[in-house]
């Protein structure tokens, strides 16, 4: 039942893993950002945080900066890939939700007051498969005659690496599928999957161009060093493009956010304090 006694301030904490790197830390915020300029989230307070690396601005100086601002009901975005990262069950954990595996994440436990309600990460998207064939569309010319090669995180955990296995099958098909290629395949940096797949799949199909697909939120040192290194002396196509920038990634953190809001609503039968 709706009234004053029972009004709360919503917050909104999107919480992503961090870099060194300038430069992907700035695509991440300007996507949060542009999500958080929609006239839906006005007058909502929104935090963007990171689980390591960014200095002042970690998850738990997400939490005190909301609060410190009145929120009394938080919805946290976890703006990861795949729901095999062991990170997004590590936040979980650190915010006192129950674990998915028996790996201890070692963020400890947030101190906090708000009611927190975690959301979920991007994981078999259908528009993120657009955003990936889109991607790598410049690198077909025949794609009848070309194979993908999606290259993912992974775990070797087993209940995350059954997540990542599932989430980089589906979406190897999706993109498969609308660029019309002839197969997709699919490797995890961890375990090494990566130059294995592609010796195997051009020993059985040496006809076939192979286009790999970095499954990356960012451009960083994964994207620019790893796979290249792990591919290192094999013949393919690749031009290292990851989902952000893009208006694709500001959509879903918008929509999340707003989702988000109304599972507050629903939730609590409350009026919002500006």
Request: net charge negative; hydrophobic share 45%.
């Amino acid at each position: 039942m709706e009234g004053r006694n029972h009004a709360m301030k919503p917050g909104i904490l999107v919480i992503s893993h961090g870099s060194r790197e300038a430069a992907w830390v700035q695509l991440v915020d300007e996507a949060v950002a542009a999500a958080a300029a929609s006239p839906r989230l006005s007058g909502v307070p929104i935090m963007s945080s990171f689980l390591e690396i960014v200095e002042g601005r970690l998850i738990q100086d997400g939490i005190d900066e909301l609060e410190r601002q009145g929120v009394t009901d938080m919805f946290v975005v976890p703006l990861f890939v795949s729901s095999g990262s062991t990170h997004v069950d590590e936040i979980g954990q650190a915010f006192g939700f129950p674990w998915v595996s028996d790996l201890e994440g070692d963020l400890g436990t947030f101190r906090v007051k708000a009611t927190i309600h975690y959301g979920l990460p991007i994981d078999d998207d259908p528009q993120i498969a657009e955003l990936l064939a889109s991607n790598i569309a410049p690198l077909s010319t025949k794609p009848e005659s070309e194979a993908l090669l999606l290259i993912g995180h992974g775990s070797k955990e087993k209940v995350f690496h059954e997540r990542w296995q599932e989430g980089l099958k589906k979406l190897g098909e999706r993109v498969r599928a609308l660029g019309g290629y002839k197969r997709a395949e699919y490797a995890m940096l961890l375990p090494d999957q990566a130059a294995g797949k592609l010796a195997a799949m051009q020993a059985a199909n040496p006809q076939e161009a192979v286009i790999v697909v970095p499954l990356f939120l960012s451009q960083g040192y994964f994207t620019n060093h790893v796979i290249p290194n792990r591919l290192n002396g094999f013949v393919y196509r690749y031009n290292g493009k990851a989902m952000l920038p893009n208006a694709v990634i500001e959509l879903w953190l918008e929509h999340q956010m707003i989702d988000g809001l109304q599972r507050l609503r629903e939730e609590k039968h409350v009026t919002f304090t500006e």
